[in-house]
């Protein structure tokens, strides 16, 4: 069911036409093909590139939509309610242009913006590692200087399509300050960049998830990598800053594209639940499956609301990271609620493969844990709150 | 070189299709869209425009209440230069020789070298419109291309029928109609989305076309809807239990209905 949004402008209402035209003829009957094969779908972010999709936050001057964040937030719900997978994807190649957006200089912002927002290039975030999730401050990989350049090596994990991508914002550690040693890198990948199987750049094999599995997520590794060091983002030590600043929008999209897998979850309960016929009328006739229902629905507007506020926030230019942090710890919970409750009403059909309700649930779990655990997301609250409160 | 492609605004054929009191089909409070079927004309002139030796326009024409205008709007996002939307409430109820003649008024009034349509309307579904626009408009007739090729001022198309494949070719000035497999129509792109705004569109009456209200709409129509009665539903069909005589059943099944 088409969800009745509030947008500010009346491009935003066009926006949205051609969002939800290509999330229904490209996007959703692809999904449950592609997701049982693990079939990286490359061609779909072309096609949402060339319609201008992979850069609607960014600054028209840069080459991006120059839209709000609740504008892109909104239409990242609507992909991911056709398809997750592609959401999550979109969200992580906002977030890796976002650093250069934000902390490139006037000549690095010239020099790969309008490339990397142009629509045919694909950006990946590297932060994580196999020891250092939570714990950013545990990167290990390095980045020494030698001359013009540095020389990386390490091992980076969690990366969202990397070995589909064209470029990477990388985190490594140039100085042995725990949180004050870290640096962020730009990465463009094969012609004129890192060529992967060069030897200097390679990829794990695929991980085998519970969800989200046409979304490629594998270990990247660095083994004297030469990167220009003029490819260096902010200053040595800025890295922190820069991961930490990414991640509060971030985690925004997060929000929206689990609001949109709750989303669609409800959607298809509330669809069987009035086809499907038990006692002589449909179920959703029957008082106790309307209060799930209600539920489910309560939860989603709840989620939209609060990522939609927290946007709002951001596009004023007022602080929003305790916001976006309630905003994606609200919305996965929701998600997992809610489409745990789906496969509920879907009876015995929901637990089987035939119907994409448990695909949804497997779906669901991981934006619990991803940018940012949901107990950091809790932390990020608390400290924000006792900041204020002089603690 | 000056390419005008025609378009209708239809309601959404994914829905359900609603009457008007007066047995027109409800254009008014139905969601309406761009006719499917003439995104492909759309797409061809645009093809053609980019494949242009010289400068080429193209400028999209449609006929129809104001809420048609959200059709040329839709084409100005995929690339088109400018729209031309008649509107006039004499236009109500008009059969197709009376949209010819609304048609072949515009298309006169802002000149072609190619006068480009899909291939049929997805609510009417008559497919003769651009043979009467060729025919009033006293120019060559290309229909049915399922694949068009453009040199100078000669156009060549595909025609594929049921019996043969034509290739027919014509001179500029020329109707061309195309068919849903002669392209893959684009999407909308964001940028194309912000630059519509900003393109002209032209409204016009019949009185700027010095077309005669008596000769469009329901009155000057050829033929006339007596009344429309809703397709009943589905009913439940037959099931056969194969008790060992499936076979027999299905085939005496089709037997009395003369499929065999």
């Known amino acids: 069911m088409a969800v009745d949004r509030l947008l500010p ?10 969002v939800r035209e290509i999330a229904a ?20 972010f072309r096609l949402l590139g060339e319609a201008g999709l992979l850069s609607l936050p960014f600054d028209e001057e840069d080459g991006g939509g120059g839209q709000p964040y609740e504008v892109y937030l909104q239409m990242l719900e609507e992909i991911a309610t056709a398809w ?11 977030l890796a242009s976002l650093a250069m957006s934000v902390h490139g200089t006037d000549e690095q912002r010239m020099r790969w913006l309008p490339s990397m927002l142009g629509g045919d290039q694909l950006g990946a975030y590297a932060l994580s590692e196999p020891q250092a999730g939570s714990d950013v401050a545990a990167i290990a990989t390095r980045a020494v200087r030698d001359g013009d350049e540095y020389v990386v090596t390490g091992t980076k994990a969690w990366v969202s399509h990397g070995p589909h991508a064209d470029f990477m914002l990388l985190f490594a550690r140039t100085g042995d300050d725990p949180r004050g040693g870290l640096s962020a890198f730009h990465i463009p990948i094969g012609a004129g960049g890192l060529e992967p199987g060069a030897g200097s750049l390679s990829f794990g094999a695929p991980e085998r998830k519970m969800g989200m599995t046409a979304s490629t997520t594998s270990l990247v590794m660095f083994d004297d990598a030469r990167i220009p060091a003029d490819h260096r983002l902010g200053d040595e030590g800025d890295g922190m800053r820069i991961a930490l600043s990414a991640l ?19 959607d298809q309960a509330v669809g069987y639940a009035s086809q499907r016929r038990q006692f002589g009328r449909p179920i959703a006739e029957f008082e106790g499956l309307q209060f799930m229902l209600a539920d489910m629905a309560a939860a989603v507007e709840t989620a939209r609301s609060q990522y939609v506020y927290a946007g709002r926030l951001r596009d004023a230019g007022r602080p929003f990271s305790r916001q976006a942090s309630i ?32 695909r949804y649930m497997r779906e669901a779990k991981v934006t619990q844990i991803f940018e940012g655990t949901n107990q950091i997301q809790r932390l990020v609250i608390a400290r924000d709150l006792l900041r204020q409160s002089g603690l | 070189m000056k390419i005008v492609v025609c378009v209708k605004f239809a309601p959404d054929s994914t829905a359900p299709r609603k009457f008007s009191s007066d047995d027109t089909v409800d254009r008014v409070s139905v969601d309406g869209i761009l006719s499917e079927l003439d995104e492909n004309a759309v797409e061809e002139a645009l093809k053609i425009r980019e494949s242009a030796a010289s400068d080429a326009e193209v400028v999209v024409l449609t006929m129809g209440p104001e809420q048609a205008r ?41 000149g072609f070298d190619l006068a480009v349509c899909g291939m049929a309307s997805t609510d009417g579904g008559m497919s003769v419109v651009p043979a009467m626009l060729a025919e009033r408009l006293g ?9 068009v090729k453009v040199d100078g001022t000669a156009v060549t198309i595909r025609r594929d029928g049921e019996v ?27 940028k194309g989305i912000m630059a519509a705004k900003k393109k002209p569109v032209e409204e016009l009456t019949l009185g700027d076309l010095g077309v005669d209200a008596g000769e469009v709409g329901s009155a000057a129509a050829w033929t006339t809807v007596e009344s429309i009665e809703e397709r009943p539903a589905r009913t439940a069909g037959t099931i056969v239990t194969d008790d060992g005589t499936g076979a027999d059943q299905l085939v005496a099944f089709l037997a009395e209905r003369k499929f065999v």
């Open chain 1, 9 to 18: 402008t009346t491009e935003a209402y066009d926006l949205l036409d051609l």
């Open chain 2, 70 to 110: 959200t059709a040329i709007t839709k084409t100005l996002q995929m690339g088109a230069d400018a729209g031309v939307h008649v509107v006039d409430d004499a236009i109500h109820g008009s059969d197709s020789i009376a949209s010819s003649r609304v048609l072949a008024a515009a298309l006169e009034r802002t």
């Open chain 1, 84 to 94: 997750v997978s592609v959401g999550v994807d979109v969200s992580v190649h906002s």
């Open chain 1, 327 to 358: 905003a994606k710890l609200t919305a996965s919970d929701a998600a997992m609620r809610v489409t745990t409750d789906a496969v509920q009403v879907l009876g015995g059909y929901g637990y089987t493969r035939d119907f994409p309700a448990e």
């Open chain 1, 248 to 266: 509060d929008s971030g985690r925004l999209g997060i929000a929206a594209c689990a609001t949109g897998l709750a989303q669609a979850a409800l």
């Open chain 1, 25 to 44: 003829e490209q996007l959703a009957p692809r999904a449950a093909v592609d997701e049982a094969s693990a079939t990286f779908p490359r061609d779909v």
């Open chain 2, 164 to 190: 043969a494949t034509e290739t027919v070719e014509a001179t500029m000035p020329l109707v061309l109609s195309v068919t849903d497999a002669a392209n893959e129509p684009r999407y909308p792109s964001f």
């Open chain 2, 139 to 147: 120019v060559p007739q290309l229909t049915m291309a399922s694949e």
